[in-house]
Structure formats: C-alpha cells, structure tokens
C-alpha cells in the first residue's frame, strides 16, 4: 500500500517574506503599487498631530486594506480588521499595521472627497494608458439597500401621527391603570406595562424631536412631497423589481473602450430622470465634444432630450417603447423570469387591448371612418392635439353600436359605455426631441449603437453586485454612502488597470 507524508496543519512560526505574498500580476499587487503612486494629501485634513499626539495610521495602508476587503466581498470593518490581522495577504498589504475596525469605518466614513481625489487620479492615470476611449459613455444605475429602517419613512404629517397615536396609546394605558388601581390597596404598576408605557412615550418623543429638527418636508419632483426618514433623511424609497426598499441609488458612468467607470455617484432619489444631466455634468472632464452618451428609458424625458440639444451633448437614450417597437425582442417575454408572489410588486397584466385607432379606415377628405364592423363614424373633433400630436376624433352613432357583435372588442366597458370613440392621431406639427429620438433609436445606426450600450454597462454592474457581492450600502447619509460607492467604483477600475499591466 502507498504511503505519502502527513500534512502538518498546526500552527508554527515561519519565516514569510510580507512583499514576496504580493504577487505580480493579482490584484493585491496593482493595488499595492498602484496606491504607491497616487497623491493622498486629500487624507490629511482629518489629522491634527502635527506637534502632538500619537501617530495615526497611515491613509495609504487603510485605502488598501478597504480596496483589497472590496474586491473580495468584504465590506464589514469589523471583518476587515480580522482579515487584516489574520490573513496573510492582507497583513502583507496593510505592513501588519492591523488597525481597529472604528478607524476602518471611520476612514470609509468621513473619506468622500478624499476617495474622490483618488478616484480622479486614477482616472487620469487609466486616460494616459489609453484605457478611456470617450466615443461612447453609457450611464445605469442601481438601487440598493442602506443602513436606514424602511418602517421610519414618511411625510411629517405621518410622523406627527404616529407620534399622537403613541401618546394616545400610553396615556390609555395610564388611565386604565389609575382606573383599575381606583380603591385597591395595590398601587404597584406590572412591570411589563411599565416598560411598554415608557417606550410609547420615549417613541413619541423621538418623533417630535426630530419634527423639531426638521420643520420641513422634503421637496420632490412637480411639488410633491417626498418622503422623508427618521434614519437617514438623505435615503430615499425606491421601488425595485424586488419589492420597495429604503437606499440610494449609485450611478455610473462608463467608457465603452474598456469599461472603465469615469463617474461615480450615489443619490437618494429614485428618480433617474433628475439625475441624468447632474450625471453628465459631473464626467464633464471625461468626456469631449463628440463623445456619444446612451442611457436606458429610466433617464428619458422630453425636458431632458431638450437639455442635452441645447448644451450640443450628442446623446442616444431610450423610451419606455423602444423595445416594443423593435422586432427583435418581439419573443422577450419567453426569457423573462417568472413572477415571484412574495416580492413582484408590479401590476397584472392588462386585459386584451380592444381595437386600436389602425383598424379604423379613414375616409381621404377625413369626413369620417369605418369601423372594423363597417359602420361609419362620424368625425366629432378636427383640430385636437392628444399626446402632442394632432388628432381627429370620430365617434359612432348609438345606432351602430348598441347591438353589434363586435362590442366586447371594440369598448372596454361594454356594459356601461354607449358607443365607440376613436382618435386618430396624425404627425406632430411641430416634431419633439422626443420624436427625433425614436427615430434616430429605431434606425440601423441607432441599433447598433445602443447595442452597445448593454455590453458597456451591465457587465460593470455585473461585476460590482455580483463578484464583489456588493448588495447594500453599509452606511447612513448620502456624503457617506457616495464614498462607499466610489470605493467600488475604484476597485472596479483598478482591476480595469491591473489586467490591463498583466496582458500588456
Ligand atoms: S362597437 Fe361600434 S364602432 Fe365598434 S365595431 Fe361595433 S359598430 Fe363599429
């Protein structure tokens, strides 16, 4: 029988050479040399200790620590702090400094300008070894958790609700006990209800303290009120497909050349409409006058299509129909995923469409049309404009109507609705930015480019959420939370630029 050596696996004590762990050509090497090389004076603001005081850890051996902990899916400082102290690759990184996790999550937390300074330097580093091509930038975002209670969310009229709700319901308790204790020689009040009336009234006074704190409700779009949060008012509630959660949303920008992130920014609106020209304006620097933009129908608005014509940015973003209208995805449904009932949250289907305004012929001096029953309609309405467009009504004598067979295709409510009215909708008089869109989108050219746009973009996205398991922001306010995500975003580029080395 063979016989092979015993593996010994009890700890010793070995000679290990920390810079012989970081290997040439992995990530924790580029990083290394990479960080080596950059202009972190932005970190030393934060300090005082100039003339006195202990010596802190250096800014460069903690922004390698969180880089490297990033890029292997490790967001916790408390973890970070054990793989520093523990793990071979990361003590080789960090000099065996192992800092405490309250400087890691204070580091990460107060770093936002900092962290972009660096983000900018590697940028410019990345532009000078040819990886940013600016032909096309292609804008997404994505909606995560933070570290805020969805359940705390509401307008201030909701909040002073709760508030008396909670007063109302201690001060019943209260009363029911002074009314059961009426007579009795047993004064003591249970335990339980006292616990519960305290936490009532300690909630209630939270709630008006922070109403104090904030006297206004927060603006949203149109008017509206947005609702605020009593954990993190700069978070937002944003519908995703897998239910409505309490977050930010981080956006980015990326280069089509190589995928190169070159603007990176975490918002609390779920609005993507309102942050696509703050967006564009921010990768400025990045980007020159021919440089294409794409971005998805999330970002679509006539107002915004206007924007872009006026500052001359040549931009290529979808409408909600894009898809519709393009045969290719005429079988997508097939490939989307079953609905889930624990957390689709979306509508139900509609019912059947009844007979569009095509099945109506309309006669040439436009006098009237005939319906796919053959019955004549008669014009009711010239000059309308529905939707921008202008319009033609026609409408159905009752006579027609009312015992036609064809009724449940043709009115949506055949019990209650009289006779049919159809418009026909004519070219715009005056062609939108939005109509230019379509056509440009629907052409060869439009194809082809906004093709692009989906191997630019989601394979970053991909990357972050999936091999980084980047699934939720980890921090409060928005200042923060943006820091988080341009520290992905910087791992995502390093990587960019250390395989770039390795195959060059
Ligand atoms: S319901 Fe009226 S308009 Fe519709 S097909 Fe019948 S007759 Fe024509």
């Known amino acids: 029988m063979a016989r092979y050596k015993t593996m010994d696996m009890s700890p010793r004590l070995l000679p290990v050479d920390l810079e012989a762990q970081l290997v040439p050509g992995s990530f924790a090497h580029a990083l290394h040399h990479l960080v080596d090389q950059l202009d972190l004076s932005a970190f030393d603001a934060h300090y005082r200790n100039d003339a006195a005081g202990a010596s802190a850890h250096a800014p460069a051996m903690l922004l390698k620590a969180v880089l490297l902990a990033y890029a292997q899916g490790i967001v916790s400082s408390r973890a970070i702090e054990r793989a520093c102290r523990d793990n071979v690759l990361f003590i080789a990184l960090t ?26 330097q590697v940028l410019t580093l990345l532009g000078k070894e040819g990886l940013i091509g600016r032909a096309m930038f292609a804008i997404d975002g994505v909606k995560l958790p933070s570290n805020a209670s969805k359940h705390r969310s509401g307008t201030r009229a909701e909040f002073l609700a709760q508030a008396q709700k909670a007063e109302r319901a201690a001060k019943a308790m209260l009363d029911r006990h002074q009314a059961n204790d009426a007579g009795s020689t047993e004064l003591a009040m249970d335990a339980k209800v006292r616990a519960r009336i305290e936490r009532l009234t300690n909630e209630a006074a939270r709630i008006r303290a922070w109403l104090a704190e904030n006297p206004n409700d927060r603006p949203g779009a149109h008017g509206a009120i947005r609702k605020s949060n009593r954990t993190d008012n700069e978070s937002a509630k944003l519908a995703t497909d897998k239910g409505v959660i309490q977050g930010y949303c981080g956006v980015a920008v990326v280069d089509a050349s190589h995928q190169v992130i070159v603007e990176a920014s975490a918002h609390g609106t779920g609005s993507e409409q309102e942050l696509l020209l703050p967006v564009i304006e921010a990768c400025t620097a990045q980007r020159n006058d021919t440089t294409l933009i794409t971005a998805d129908a999330g970002y679509h608005s006539e107002a915004n299509l206007v924007a872009l ?37 979306s509508r139900l289907p509609k019912k059947p469409a009844v007979f569009s305004a095509d099945r109506f012929v309309v006669a040439a001096d436009l006098s009237h049309a005939i319906c796919p029953a053959g019955k004549t309609l008669h014009r009711n309405g010239r000059n309308c404009t529905i939707g921008g467009y202008d319009a033609i009504k026609f409408r159905a004598p009752a006579s027609a109507c009312t015992d036609c067979q064809l009724r449940t295709q043709c009115v949506r409510k055949p019990d209650t609705t009289p006779v049919r009215k159809v418009a026909v909708l004519t070219r715009k ?22 093709g692009r746009r989906f191997a630019t973009v989601e394979p970053v996205f991909g990357n972050l959420r999936h091999n980084k398991q980047l699934n939720r922001f980890t921090l409060r306010g928005q200042a923060k939370v943006d820091g988080q995500w341009k520290l992905f975003a910087l791992v995502h580029n390093i990587e960019k630029w250390a395989n770039h080395r390795k195959v060059a």
């Open 309 to 345: 014509a006026d500052r001359g940015i040549d931009a290529l973003i979808a409408d909600n129909q894009m898809r519709r209208r393009d045969e290719r995805f005429a079988e997508q449904d097939k490939h989307t995923t079953k609905r889930d009932p624990l957390h689709d949250k």
């Open 429 to 450: 008089a005056i062609v939108t930015h939005t109509q230019r869109m379509r056509e440009r989108i629907d052409s060869d050219e439009g194809r082809a480019q906004y």
């Open 95 to 120: 000099g065996d400094s192992k800092p405490h996790f309250t400087t890691i999550a204070d580091f990460v937390s107060r770093s936002r300008d900092a962290i972009a300074s660096v983000f900018g």
